[in-house]
Nanobody
Framework: QVQLVESGGGLVQPGESLKLSCAVS????????MSWYRQAPGKERELVAG????????NYAESVKDRFTISRDNAESTVYLQMYSLKPEDTAVYYC?????????????WGQGTQVTVSS
């Protein structure tokens, strides 16, 4: 059974930092491209950042570029999202997503989400 468990969310003030973690089990982590999405109330889920299977390629939404950093530890089967200079508009539920590929196809898995609230 594949599980993605996010942690690290919380309430912070504008300008502060937060680091999210997503621990993955039940699949070969090194074969999965990983990404973080977020969904604010009343809005659609959007891509925040993505990282390739080997960790060498990353991509970011324009709104978080230069403030957020995605990374992964294949030995720990964990992907991280380091968030700096947080803004109220970063408030959302943050989800971890895995796309696992093999010779037989590709499968997508989601975590349950972790709430990030940025407010003074």
């Amino acid at each position: 059974q594949v599980q993605l468990v996010e942690s690290g969310g919380g309430l912070v003030q504008p300008g502060e930092s937060l680091k999210l973690s997503c621990a993955v089990s039940g699949l070969t982590f090194s074969s999965a491209a990983m990404s973080w999405y977020r969904q604010a109330p009343g809005k659609e889920r959007e891509l925040v950042a993505g990282i390739s299977r080997d960790g060498l390629t990353t991509n970011y939404a324009e709104s978080v570029k230069d403030r957020f950093t995605i990374s992964r530890d294949n030995a720990e089967s964990t992907v991280y999202l380091q968030m700096y200079s947080l803004k109220p508009e970063d408030t959302a539920v943050y989800y971890c997503k895995a796309v696992s590929t093999s010779w037989s196809g590709a499968w997508t898995y989601w975590g349950q989400g972790t709430q990030v609230t940025v407010s003074s």
